[in-house]
């Protein structure tokens, strides 16, 4: 027998459809219900994009690093260099730069607060040690500080990283010609302290205190064996340039001998290694220092082809006796960023060095087996023939 059917079976689709219907009213109707219990703000009071002020009611209106700086990169164009600093230092505290720090420096260096600019710029320095603008507005800060030597070799580091820049060439050219200049004048005032003392004495007579005419005379013979000493002496100044060189550099190397440090980065490195120029042990003392791994790390893409030349010439004269060390240095010297582009661009004179030095220091007959044959393949790498 035929079930009978529902009285309310052919009606079901048409009662779910208006369900929904009454559902969605019911929704719209709180909706609206909610929006006229919302107190109404005036658009006044909405803060338009980019203005910080008091009220920070979203996400759109809360200051970020890189709003701040460019905000401070306009105050520095409309020469308002203390806001500037300001709008640079929010930006620092949100997210630190070597950016900010650098444009911070700049700010600072206009105001003539060189120490805050250098400060700033060994900052930038630590974040990306290969930020030109950190180094050339560093070495202005040093140079006005007074520290020329150390100006020079921020210059002189810029240019290896941009060997072109007209800028720093000019930067460069003028901390070396008043770094010369006050040798010159340590020199000159030495000179004119001998000077003074030959002037008491003529001829082994101590001058005394006698008539105007007579002292006349004498004060001529004085200024004319003062002038031969000065004409002897013309060039003998160069040579005294060159040995208060020769002796500072000296003092430095006995002192860097005393206090080496590991350096970690390519300017820490390339600055002890200029200072230690000369001696070749403490060149090697400096690389003992460093992890052999982590020579990637610390050159990153500013290996430049004398220094690697010198590396390798310190090592395989120094570290003859450590095998180890040695095979470890020139297998992680090959894992510097643009060593290929570096070998590439190593002149026959160093590549002909190269290739004698390691003939004559990996004799294969007295290198144990297991280094021979990473010598070989290192050999390889490095295009030596």
């Not at 007579?214 to 060039?235: C, F, L, P, W, Y």
């Not at 002890?272 to 003392?285: E, I, P």
């Not at 570290?319 to 510097?336: C, G, H, R």
Request: proline share 4%; net charge positive; aromatic share 8%.
């Amino acid at each position: 027998m035929a079930r009978a059917p529902s009285k309310h079976g052919g009606d079901q689709p048409l009662d779910f459809r208006g369900f929904l219907s009454d559902l969605q009213d019911r929704k719209l109707s709180r909706k609206d219900k909610d929006k006229k219990m919302r107190p109404q703000q005036p658009n006044k009071d909405i803060p338009k994009s980019g203005d910080f002020g008091t009220s920070f009611g979203s996400e759109d209106s809360l200051p970020d690093a890189a709003s701040e700086k460019d905000l401070g990169n306009e105050y520095f164009k409309q020469k308002k260099f203390k806001e500037a600093i300001d709008c640079y230092s929010r930006s620092i505290a949100l997210s630190p730069t070597a950016v900010a720090f650098a444009n911070r420096a700049m700010s600072y260096i206009k105001i003539k607060r060189f120490q805050e600019a250098e400060n700033d710029c060994t900052e930038a320095l630590n974040l990306d040690d290969r930020y030109i603008k950190a180094y050339s507005r560093r070495a202005t800060a040093r140079k006005e500080l007074g520290k020329l030597k150390a100006s020079i070799e921020d210059a002189e580091f810029a240019l290896r990283l941009e060997p072109h820049n007209q800028e720093i060439k000019k930067q460069y050219a003028e901390a070396k010609s008043l770094y010369e200049k006050r040798i010159l004048q340590k020199i000159s005032e030495q000179e004119k302290q001998n000077v003074g003392k030959l002037d008491t004495k003529v001829n082994g007579h101590i001058i005394q205190p006698v008539s105007s005419s007579t002292q006349r005379k004498q004060m001529t013979a004085v200024e004319d064996h003062t002038k031969k000493i000065n004409k002897s002496g013309k060039q003998a100044w160069k040579v005294s340039v060159q040995e208060l060189a020769s002796r500072a550099a000296s003092r430095a190397n006995v002192l860097a001998a005393q206090n080496i440090t590991r350096p970690t980065t390519a300017y820490q490195f390339e600055a002890s290694w200029r200072g230690l120029s000369g001696d070749r042990a403490l060149q090697a003392k400096l690389l003992k220092a460093i992890y052999p791994r982590e020579l990637p790390y610390i050159f990153k893409n500013a290996l430049t082809v004398h220094i690697l030349v010198d590396i390798i010439k310190c090592v395989t004269t120094f570290f003859i006796d450590e095998m180890a060390l040695t095979v470890s240095f020139l297998e992680n010297l090959t894992k510097v960023p643009r060593f290929d582009t570096l070998i590439m661009f190593l002149s026959s004179k160093d590549k002909d060095d190269l290739a004698k030095t390691w003939d004559e220091v990996f004799y294969y007959e007295v290198i144990p087996i297991e280094f021979a044959e990473k010598l070989d393949n290192l050999r390889t790498k490095y295009c030596l023939k």
